[in-house]
């Protein structure tokens, strides 16, 4: 059973602390059955590179430009960030909705241009907790996915991965329980079914104040193949311990 746990940097950083934290993740090789990878700002994806190259962790990026080469100043597209090998980039986090304005069809342009150019696109969905408190987080996840399907269909979404990633819980501290967890997965699991996904390529990790103290029980939880974390990513030992913790997930089965 693998786990996969990937950092979110967010913008956060500079490289003297950067040099630090590479190296010690570096350092530290995930155990086998466990994929790790960081998602870092644009300017530092040549000093991530730079320094996980032969490594076993991976490194991609925070977002993509929608639109391919050409007079789109400012944007950073699928080409360049394969150029940097980013194995992954992040698409949809609930700041890009809220603070950017990101529709699910502008989320599915950028998911079709990394495809293309062969870079993993994680895609954030997830409830706000007003949606959550009046029982209307199961439209809205299905909603996001649909609108993906629709523009994307089955075969494309099928080499995407999800990160169910409650806005409520996103850099707040508050966790979502367990069981609700379970039931965000186990909805989104047979709704991208149901879109055509098959099972087996079905992959969705858990986002929202993922940290040491309570890594262990977020990997117990069914059907969640790993996790996005964020502010804990950027504290070495949080992260090597979120790591670990991956680990003997894999190893307990």
Same mark, same amino acid.
């Given at each position: ?29 995930? !155990? ?12 530092? %994806? ?23 080469? +050409? ?9 360049? %960030? ?37 870079? /993993? ?67 989104? /699991?047979?709704? %991208? ?14 986002? +929202? ?18 996790? %996005? ?11 090597? !311990?979120? @790591? ?5 997930? @894999?190893?307990?089965?």
């Amino acid at each position: 059973m693998k786990k996969i746990v990937l950092g979110n940097w967010k913008s956060l950083g500079d490289t003297a602390s950067n040099a630090v934290l590479l190296a010690a993740l570096a350092a530290h090789p995930p !155990a086998a059955g466990v994929e790790v990878g960081v998602c870092v700002p644009f300017p530092f %994806l040549t000093q991530a590179r730079a320094v996980l190259e032969g490594t076993a962790i991976g490194w991609g990026a925070q977002n993509v430009s929608p639109f391919g080469a +050409g007079a789109y100043t400012g944007e950073v597209h699928a080409g360049m %960030l394969a150029e940097f090998g980013c194995r992954y980039a992040l698409v949809g986090h609930s700041e890009r909705r809220q603070l950017f304005a990101e529709t699910d069809e502008r989320i599915a342009d950028k998911i079709d241009r990394l495809l293309a150019a062969n870079v /993993r696109p994680v895609v954030c969905v997830g409830e706000t907790l007003a949606e959550r408190e009046a029982g209307g987080w199961r439209e809205t996840l299905g909603r996001q996915v649909a609108a993906l399907a629709a523009r994307l269909g089955p075969e494309k979404l099928s080499r995407a991965w999800f990160a169910y990633e409650p806005v409520w819980a996103i850099g707040t501290g508050r966790v979502a329980a367990p069981a609700d967890i379970a039931e965000a997965h186990a909805f989104l /699991r047979e709704r %991208l079914m149901a879109l055509g996904v098959p099972a087996e390529e079905v992959v969705i990790l858990y986002g +929202g104040s993922v940290k040491a103290d309570n890594a262990q029980g977020v990997f117990a939880v069914p059907g969640c193949d790993g996790a %996005l974390v964020g502010a804990a990513s950027r504290v070495v030992e949080e992260f090597i !311990a979120i @790591v670990a913790a991956a680990g003997a997930a @894999v190893v307990r089965g």
